[in-house]
């Protein structure tokens, strides 16, 4: 993969994403599953929610693919050895393997991909006949400012822009009908996560902030220090700082 873009730190993201992962298990726990599946996870990240799924697939295997270097050097360094789970550099729209999977999932990635589309006609050539997906893509944040529209940073995250490419069901639903899948159920999903203190939220925006903005260190930590005072001041509390949203949740099958 091309290292230049690599503007995920796998270490830190699992040191400081505890919320993602939560989110993640909880969905894992709530599949139907037989226990003998092959899964893609697509945007794998630190791998802990691959293992997770690995877990419940005994007699099964999970493959989890990352774009990112960084975060597949740290999963294999913490799940390397575990004999139903590997994982590969990849990017999902255009990862190519003879493999076909029972079960591809993805969390808190594909509001990272602005090619959607793309990843979703992937995902369907990649899946069996009967195949499921499920895929939570990041649909609104809320608690505090919109720093990216704002007169300080606007102007050095052009043209580049936020890297953050939020999604609705209708627009996800047009999409996944377009690429074949039938059974499709796609909805939105609330979400709030409170952060006990300023240091835990600014910790857990540091984990994505450096990509979403693709600033340099020290920029993207004045970025999300701001972000912090601005939640701060509009939540008129330094403790117990809220972060809302919504998520879409997108649940489809390969036809038979
Ligand atoms: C916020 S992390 C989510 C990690 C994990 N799924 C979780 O929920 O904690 C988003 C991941 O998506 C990956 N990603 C973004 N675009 C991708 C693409 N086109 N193909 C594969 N992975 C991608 C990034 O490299 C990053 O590791």
Redesign the pocket.
Known sequence: MNKSIDT?NGQY?KQH?DS??QR?LGTIESLTLHGDEAALD?????GR?TVALAKRLPHGSVLG????ES?INEAKKSFGDIPNVSFVND???TFATDKRFDLAVS???FH??SDQLG?FKNIFTLLKPGGRMVVKIGAERRGGPNLFESAKWKPLLEPKGQRWFPQTPEKGQAMLEACGFTAIDVRYEERTTTYSNQEALFDWLMG?VPHSTGLPLEQAQEFARDMVAGAVKEQGRSENIEQNGRAVVAIARKPV
């Open positions: 995920w993201y994403s993602q992962l993640g697509v945007g794998c990240g630190d929610i693919l990352d774009l990112s975060m990017n999902i729209i969390f808190g990635t990272w991909i990843a994505w």
